[in-house]
Each structure stands twice: as C-alpha cells, then as structure tokens.
C-alpha cells in the first residue's frame, strides 16, 4: 500500500537554497512540491528555470495571502531576514496548522520555535511544527565547538570563510565575482548575526570573523578554543568521535578539511586537531557546503522529522 504524499511549498525560491531545496525535494520519497512562489518568475513554469523539476507546476505571487491559501501540509520559508513575520501570521490566520521551517534568522531566538539542528538538539524536539533552520556559518561553528563546551576556558574564536553563494542573489559587493577575483573580503567582523546566535544557542561566548572567497559555494570554519586544562590530541579526537559516533552528516577526518571536497555534500567535515605546546588551546576545522548542511539538507531533515519519517530520507548520501 502506497503511503500518503505530503505537500510542501517553497515561499522564495529564486535563490541559491531555493534550487537546491527543489531538487531534493523532488526526489524525496513522500514529499512533493506543490507550491513555489517567486515575485520575479510568478506565472511562469517551474521546469523552464530548473531541471529537477518536471510537470506544469507554475509559480506563484509571493504575497501571504497567495500562500496561506495553498493548502499545503509543509512551508519552507526561504527569505531573507525580516520577511518571515507576516507569513507566519497569514498561515496562522487561515486557521490550518501546517509544518513551518524558516530558514532566515528571524525566528531563531523564539523560544516558541524549535531550533533544528538535529545533531545537537534532536532530544529537544516534541513534535514542534514550528522550525527555525540555523544558519550556515552556525552550523559549522556548533558542530566544531560543541565537543570542547564543557572545557572551554574564556570565548571561542571562529574565523569563517564563505563561498560567494552565502551572500545571496541579490547583487552586491560580496557576490561579484569581478570584486572578489583575488580577493578576501571581511565583514561584519563583530555582533554578526550568527556570533550571537552561536551564543545563545550553546550558552557560551563566541567571537566571530566571517568573510566571502572568490569561490561559489562551502564554507571554512576554523575554530580557536581556549581550554581550562591541557588536552593530547588522542583525548580531543577520542571526544569528537565519540559525540558525533552515530551521526552520519558529520564526518571526523584527520587533516584539515578542504572546502574544495564539500560542494555538493551533505555533510560536514571536522579536522586538522592542533593544540598549543602547553596542550591548552585547541583549534580545529569545520568545512560544509552552505547551501546544503548550511540550509536545505537541514531543512529536510528537519521537515522528515516532523513527518515522522527517517531524518535522512530524501538526502543522497
């Protein structure tokens, strides 16, 4: 007996995150994309502007009442920040109960919101149909600080590069590549919004430098965490290993990781081990592709598990 197909809108897909979330979805087992809203392409056919895509679905107008009115059993949100707001009203307005993951930051310190990130907060997950997707840079900073929280002595440092595609479609400084051919652009280089999020998320104090590569799309976290006592490489890697045992998405290597190696993976990489001579300053790296484990692949995750159905079902792996 076939199971039941379950429907899910995309609301901003014009993006990067956007393309990538209909590919998976499109080869997800139950999920099927029944709604896609872009104000630029409404009216015109999916299939024409991607190749995951097959079928006379079209695109709709973006407005919140067009999505309230879609009928669909899951919402991916993926806008930029402050947009969220008033989609969430109109969706609850219509009086239906659908699945929400937003990907933006604005619901990430709402503690009416679950936050997904499955490796580290699965256990807080209730059923919650409410989902704030952390962000790309967040991701690669929890993941590489989480195994070191309890013996950190004093805030982390993380100084993260990312591939242009991180910036968004929206033409700016940070995704010309005419700007940043031979180039390393820094910005928002104290309070970004995912230091403070890091921040809240793991209760500590993180201190964050990001930065946009010539490159398209991965990110480069390396992490500097002082430590309350001296540590040997064996006892640093024994503890990764051990946290991340039994999660498939976050992968321990021995050298650091190339970000050339994680486009188009699903996964993170976490490596290259170095303390200080006095074995009391530990750094690491992180590398995931952003648009993937950064956003869409934790959205599906995140969107399975609310469906009750298996966390990595739908992601090539």
């Not at 031979?182 to 999020?197: K, S």
């Not at 995750?301 to 609310?306: D, E, I, S």
């Amino acid at each position: 007996m076939s199971m039941p197909i379950i429907n899910v809108g995309l609301v901003g897909a014009r993006g990067h995150t956007g393309a990538e979330l209909m590919r998976l979805i499109g080869g997800h087992p139950r999920f099927s994309l029944g709604f896609v809203s872009s104000r630029e392409f409404a009216g015109q056919r999916v299939a024409d502007h991607h190749d995951g895509v097959v079928g006379e679905l079209h695109y709709q107008s973006s407005t919140p009442d067009t999505v309230a009115t879609a009928g669909m059993d899951a919402y991916i949100l993926a806008m930029p920040n402050d947009k969220a707001g008033e989609y969430v009203a109109a969706l609850d307005a219509a009086g239906t109960d659908p699945v929400i993951v937003d990907l933006s930051a604005d619901h990430r310190f709402d503690a009416h919101w679950y936050y997904g990130l499955p490796e580290l907060t699965r256990k807080s997950y209730e059923g919650q149909r409410r989902i704030s997707n952390p962000g790309c840079y967040a991701t690669a900073m929890q993941l590489v600080l989480a195994p070191m929280l309890d013996v950190l002595d004093g805030p982390a440092q993380c100084f993260g590069v990312s591939g242009y595609s991180g910036a968004g479609t929206t033409p700016s400084d940070r995704n010309d590549p005419v700007m940043l051919r031979d180039n390393l652009m820094p910005y928002a280089l104290a309070g970004h919004i995912h230091e403070r999020e890091v921040s809240h998320q793991l209760g500590h104090p993180v201190e964050f430098m990001p930065h946009v590569a010539p490159h398209f799309r991965g990110i480069t976290m390396t992490a500097n965490m002082p430590l309350q006592r001296p540590f040997s490489r064996d006892e640093v890697i024994a503890r990764y290993r051990e946290r991340y045992a039994d999660e498939p998405l976050v992968r321990i290597v021995d050298e650091a990781p190339w970000v050339s190696a994680i486009a188009g993976r699903h996964h993170v990489d976490i490596g290259g081990f170095t303390l200080s001579a006095d074995g009391r300053r530990l750094v690491a790296v992180a590398t995931e592709d952003n648009l993937l484990k950064g956003a869409a692949t934790q959205a599906m995750q995140n969107l399975n598990r609310a469906f009750a159905l298996p966390e990595l079902a739908g992601i090539p792996v």
